[in-house]
């Protein structure tokens, strides 16, 4: 039902070039975003509102460019893990990156999640989200949250990340095994 | 093997109750009236290819219908058609046919049966299908490279 009225309000967008319509996809689908893109950015939530202001504005120019191979919402996410890798090149490019002070989303995660005695540490801090999904990569992160947060499919994942779908069920076995281990050995369950 | 797939499932289920548990409903807040206020205003490319597209479709349009004139026309259906219908209408005319239902429907069957003998060899049907879709094909790549 939900994807019926989505076709209809972007037929209206595509042919009548209607703002009202459009408005209504992004009310409809805003959480689903911005939510995504606070779990990659670490719970930045000034910075994942503006990557889903631009995930949502390239949605606006390319709307006439989805041809339904996908779920809408699923088009959204793809749209809005490019407009988060562009930022974090971005990021990485620019003279701050290097000072490390800002880094907290990038791969640095994977090396953490080997080190058990890094989350010891914070063992009796309350549980984070943001902090236990930084105990994994990048692309791990992706993959979990895209499936335990937004309930997308692997093969969905896959379209999201353009990676193939044995790729996506390998980062989600090893980084679900990470993240059971960090919560178990913080106390959680 | 058995006990690696009873750790997958916990840690499943451990996944799942953390996730429900941090889940946290995102207001609008404001967020879309401030999209709608950055929106760009749409490329006029969007306009000119949707145009270029009616405009391909009109012409298949166009082209379909001559053809199917000119099967109908072709296998003689087109002739049968009218005669019936000049049939019906001097039948109605002359009152002959008011109210006579029955009339009217051994007329169509009529028409029906020398519709039947009229229909192609399979031979026939076989290249007009080929036909059709091989002009399907043309039309729909072109209209993908258009859309390219």
Same mark, same amino acid.
């Given at each position: 039902m939900q994807g019926l009225s989505d076709i209809a309000l972007i037929a209206q967008v595509v042919a009548l070039g209607s703002e009202r319509a459009f408005g209504q996809l992004v009310e409809a689908h805003q959480e689903a975003v911005r939510r995504f893109l606070r779990r990659l950015t670490a719970g930045d939530e000034m910075r994942a509102d503006d990557l889903a202001q631009e995930t949502f504005i390239r949605a606006w120019q390319g709307l006439s460019g989805f041809r339904q191979l996908s779920g809408f919402e699923t088009w959204l996410l793809r749209i809005a893990y490019r407009v988060f890798l562009d930022d974090e090149r971005a990021l990485n490019h620019s003279? *701050?990156?290097?000072? /490390?002070? #800002? *880094?907290?989303? *990038? #791969?640095s995660g994977a090396a953490a999640a080997s080190s058990p005695s890094r989350e010891s540490s914070t063992a009796g801090l309350s549980m984070d989200l943001d902090q236990a999904l930084s105990t994994l990569s990048e692309t791990e992160r992706t993959c979990v949250v895209l499936q335990c947060?937004? /309930?997308?499919?692997i093969k969905e994942i896959a379209q999201i990340m353009g990676i193939p779908e044995n790729t996506v069920k390998s980062h989600l076995l090893r980084g679900k095994k990470n993240l059971a281990n960090y919560l178990r050995s913080n106390g959680y369950g | 093997m058995e006990k690696n797939k009873q750790y997958i499932s916990s840690d499943e289920a451990l996944i799942a109750s953390f996730f429900a548990e941090h889940r946290e409903p995102i207001a609008d807040n404001g967020f879309t009236e401030r999209v709608l206020s950055a929106l760009p205003q749409r490329e006029n490319a969007s306009w000119a290819e949707a145009m270029r597209l009616r405009r391909w479709s009109l012409w298949l349009n166009v082209l379909g219908t001559i053809a199917g004139i000119g099967l109908l026309i072709y296998l003689g259906v087109f002739t049968e058609w009218m005669q019936f219908l000049q049939h019906l209408s001097n039948r109605l005319i002359s009152g002959v046919?008011?109210?006579?239902y029955s009339n009217l429907l051994v007329q169509f069957m009529l028409f029906l049966h020398r519709l039947h003998e009229l229909m192609p060899s399979p031979t026939q049907l076989l290249a007009i299908a080929l036909t059709s879709m091989i002009l399907t094909a043309v039309g729909i790549k072109r209209v993908v490279t258009d859309l390219q």
């Open positions: 003279p *701050l990156a290097h000072d /490390g002070a #800002d *880094l907290s989303t *990038l #791969d947060v937004e /309930g997308q499919s | 046919l008011y109210f006579d």
